[in-house]
């Protein structure tokens, strides 16, 4: 009895394994469009299995698509004529469709419709039926009358994509705002669907639908949902301040965490919105009681006022508030992130290095991890580097890439030994380091790296004396140790004396970004404009008109000239890194309505 039972067993695995195996070759044959070969495997798939759907329904689609629309119609009238099931008469009343004959269709249609009246178990069958078949507006219908017939169940997630698909943007986010209401842990896979249908501008015709859809939810229903959706709307339009006033709003209604105003302040920092960041930073202070994230805000709220001091009478105010928050929490590896920024602040800008090397060397001999211990390393020898002690530099990390070998942080270590031989004008070896750095797991360093070697690569051989790429590597390190005049004048000398060399463009491309770092927009906007006229086929094509675009577009309040630029990268540089966003802005420029 054993045997035998083992045996029916094994037979019914194999032919299960045989069923799977031919509906896969017949799926594999009909998306390649060979429809006759997989027409004969889903006829017997059919015939094995004569009460299944699923191959009834594969069936059908093949001979749809072989124009063979009276076979598809014999098969399902024979499996209408066994049980009346409401989403065969959809597929039947499709099959008349594609014959033209749309009053057959249509009675059908209504026939499918009128049957959920009688069984509301077929609502999702039936509207799923008529969505695969694009009749958009009788699957709304299904849906509506499912609100009424089973009003325990929500269709508003089904209904809101179906309105997107329609181009009815402002029914689409009723809809969506519905399933949040009635599901609010689905809140972030809603943001992800709305996220495609608005923009960064803020009279966007979307965004204002939106916009009064929540504030209308709030005055009616002041539920945390609607105020994280709302600040979550004006962080994509950068109202940062806007954004703010919603979470101090959520904030007050459930005073657990300020995770989400430390992420909104930095987010705001990241964007150049210093201002706002700042005033967050400060609401964190006056409201937090935890030491650690008061110490987080006190350091960011520093950093900021040191990247916009503008005299040594302000450094020397952030100096005195960095040593007031040493005596209030201390020195010890709590406080290893305030010692760093302390000590990056005194050598960068206080430009007293002597200090800065002896602070960070007692902050050495606390007890911190050796990762920690690797992070100060860094920094000391980024001072070295500043004072052009290169050597030394070197050593430090070094010793961060054998103690912590395949980190990040090594490879960080890797990759400014790299920088430094090419400041030191040892473009060799320095080639050699960023090779291996291509492949780096960290992406940013390998971006870094494989931009610095192309740069060396491209330039090392223009003349035996490599002087024009030597004097480039000191511009870069005039750059790193904040001398942006000199770095200027130097790149001025380079695209004086070594006119038509293949280093121009990138000389004038760096010196750019050096005039946007003192605000000095017009001088920017010639260079940009320089690379895009003469060297329009070169690698730093798209980066100028990108870099031009996002200038007129931010500073120069030339919207029409961005456009343009925009235009062109969407247009002339499909493969740029720039494509999408050069799209998103473009569109939002010309008053697009995002969907």
Not at 188 to 193: E, P, S, T, V
Not at 536 to 541: F, G, T
């Amino acid at each position: 009895m054993k045997t035998c039972l083992l045996i029916l067993v094994l037979l019914l695995g194999l032919s299960f394994g045989l069923a799977q195996n031919s509906e896969v070759l017949a799926d594999s044959y009909y998306k390649k469009g060979e429809f006759k070969k997989a027409l004969v495997i889903y006829e017997n798939l059919n015939k094995e299995k004569p009460y299944s759907y699923k191959y009834l329904y594969k069936l059908v689609e093949t001979h749809q698509q072989l124009e063979q629309l009276d076979e598809a119609e014999n098969i399902l009238v024979q499996r209408l004529a066994k049980r009346r099931n409401p989403s065969l008469l959809v597929e039947l009343g499709y099959n008349f469709q594609l014959k033209d004959s749309l009053d057959r269709a249509d009675l059908l249609y209504k026939e499918a419709i009128t049957y959920i009246d009688e069984n509301p178990n077929y609502i999702y069958s039936v509207a799923k039926k008529f969505e695969d078949h694009s009749l958009l507006d009788q699957a709304i219908i299904v849906y509506d009358k499912g609100r009424i017939l089973t009003p325990d169940k929500n269709y508003s997630i089904q209904l809101a994509r179906i309105y997107g698909d329609q181009g009815n943007i402002e029914k689409m986010f009723e809809n969506y705002i519905d399933y949040v209401a009635y599901r609010p842990n689905y809140l972030n896979n809603i943001k992800r669907a709305v996220s495609d249908f608005i923009s960064e501008n803020k009279d966007n015709e979307n965004n204002i639908y939106l916009r009064r859809l929540l504030l209308k939810k709030i005055q009616q229903e002041p539920s945390p949902y609607w105020y994280e959706l709302l600040s979550w709307l004006y962080v994509q339009e950068k109202a940062y301040n806007k954004s703010f006033i919603q979470e101090k709003a959520l904030y007050k209604r459930n005073p657990e965490s300020l995770d989400r105003i430390i992420e909104l302040a930095i987010t705001a920092l990241n964007d150049n919105d210093d201002e706002t960041s700042k005033d967050i930073f400060n609401y964190i202070l006056d409201t937090s009681q935890d030491a650690s994230t008061a110490l987080t805000a006190h350091q960011y709220i520093l950093e900021i006022d040191t990247q916009n001091a503008n005299s040594d009478k302000e450094l020397n105010r952030i100096d005195e508030a960095y040593n007031n928050l040493f005596d209030a929490f201390g020195k010890s590896e709590l406080t290893l992130s305030l010692q760093l920024a302390y000590g990056e602040f005194l050598a960068f800008y206080q430009k007293d290095t002597e200090s800065a090397t002896t602070f960070l060397r007692e902050s050495m001999k606390l007890n911190i991890s050796e990762f920690q211990e690797a992070k100060v390393k860094l920094l000391l020898a980024d001072i070295l580097v500043l004072q052009e002690r290169f050597n030394e530099a070197l050593i430090f990390y070094s010793q961060i890439q054998l103690s912590l070998k395949n980190s990040t942080i090594s490879q960080e270590a890797r990759f400014k030994v790299a920088k430094t031989s090419y400041y030191k004008g040892d473009f060799d070896w320095a080639e050699s380091q960023l090779k291996i750095l291509k492949s780096s797991t960290s992406q940013l360093i390998a971006n870094d790296a494989l931009d610095l070697k192309l740069l060396i690569s491209d330039n090392k051989y223009q003349d035996s004396t490599q002087t024009a790429l030597k004097h480039y590597a000191k511009a870069d390190l005039f750059a790193f140790q904040n001398k942006t005049d000199e770095a200027i004048t130097l790149l001025d000398k380079i695209l004086e004396e070594h006119k038509g060399e293949s280093i121009i463009d990138q000389t004038l491309f760096q010196q750019a970004k050096l005039f946007e770092k003192k605000k000095q927009y017009n001088k920017a906007e010639v260079n940009y404009l320089k690379i895009i006229t003469d060297w329009k086929e070169d690698i730093l094509a798209d980066d100028a008109h990108y870099h031009l675009a996002e200038l007129y577009n931010t500073y120069l309040a030339k919207p029409e000239e961005a456009k343009q630029l925009y235009e062109r990268i969407i247009f002339d540089f499909e493969d740029s890194i720039y494509f999408i966003e050069a799209r998103k802005k473009f569109r939002m420029l010309r008053g697009d309505s995002i969907n």
